[in-house]
């Protein structure tokens, strides 16, 4: 889906919010396809499945946008803070950790 307002029609087909990350990172933190993990910074936390990926290179990790509410919202770990480079949103650029807590 490619937003929040088709979220409620087509996020059944997958599954829920969810983090993907590379096998290696996933083995480094002991959790696997499926395992709930939690996805935090100094914004806040999110609570996610995880999802094995070869489209993520080791080091990242890639929660797909469109999911609404709190308990999901990317949005709550992203920065307000404008780029240095044209005063945009640096959603791309946001560090967090992945794992248990």
Partial sequence: FLNSTYSSHHGSMEDGPFV???VADAEARG???GDEVSVWNDAGVLTLKVRLSDRVRPGLAAI???WWGEEANVNLLTSAAAT???GGAAYLDTL???GRR
């Fill in 96 to 98: 967090v950790e992945v």
């Fill in 20 to 22: 993907e990350l590379s």
């Fill in 31 to 33: 959790v696997g396809d």
């Fill in 64 to 66: 797909p946008w469109g």
């Fill in 84 to 86: 240095d480079w044209g």
